[in-house]
């Protein structure tokens, strides 16, 4: 071992580049939030209240900050932070009762452009996603919301981007199922519904 006076201990060099790799760690994760946070705030806020969307943001950049090392460098960091974000909040939800039903939560958070129409249009759209899977739901938001490709959507779910394709597609034909179902329901002369969901990309592509 190194003399006193001849140079830093081996202790001290432990120390010093533990240092060093520690501020490394701060400089990341300070830039990984700065980044992504305001991202994570929008995907929780339109799932839940605000207070727990704070809570879940904290727990979710908490579980990065523990697992920095798994955090993908590259665009992948936000599809990571939003699996793990997904994940949190649906412990979340098996911990508490939802303080909103869906139907109150989507007419919130439909985007201005596409509530320019009577409400009913945006509670058929609720009914209908009312009608899917939560899984089926989570697909289609995350294209309508959050504004994510297939390949991205594949990062988040954790499946192939060619299975993503597969379940959104499959979504999009139970989306447009249920909302004629709804449709019907109401008797209305045109669908309700229609321009909203042309609006948040949930429609049928061909």
């Given at each position: 071992m190194l003399r006193r006076d001849e140079g830093l201990t081996l202790t001290e060099g432990r120390v010093l580049a533990g240092t060093s790799r520690d501020t490394n760690r701060e400089h990341r994760f300070t830039a990984l939030y700065g980044t992504h946070y305001h991202r994570i705030l929008g995907?929780?806020?339109?799932?839940?209240?605000?207070?727990?969307?704070?809570?879940?943001?904290?727990?979710?950049?908490?579980?990065a900050w523990r697992r920095l090392d798994d955090v993908p460098?590259?665009?992948?960091?936000?599809?990571?932070?939003?699996?793990?974000?997904?994940?949190?909040?649906?412990?979340?939800?098996?911990?508490e009762r939802r303080r909103a039903n869906l139907i109150d939560a989507l007419e919130s958070e439909v985007p201005v452009a596409a509530s320019h129409g009577p409400s009913t249009e945006a509670r058929s759209v609720a009914a209908a996603l009312a009608q899917l899977r939560e899984d089926e739901r989570e697909l289609l938001l995350l294209v309508a919301w959050e504004g994510l490709e297939p390949a991205a959507i594949a990062e988040v779910v954790r499946c192939s981007a060619n299975a993503a394709r597969i379940r959104i597609h499959r979504a999009r034909r139970r989306f447009a199922h249920a909302?004629?179902?709804?449709?019907?329901?109401?008797?209305?002369?045109?669908?309700?519904?229609h321009a909203v969901s042309t609006t948040l990309g949930l429609e049928e592509r061909r």
């Open positions: 995907y929780a806020r339109r799932r839940c209240s605000t207070d727990d969307a704070i809570d879940v943001v904290a727990e979710t950049f908490t579980v460098q590259d665009e992948r960091a936000l599809y990571w932070l939003y699996a793990t974000a997904r994940r949190v909040l649906a412990n979340h939800r098996r911990g909302l004629a179902a709804v449709d019907a329901d109401v008797k209305r002369d045109a669908r309700p519904g």
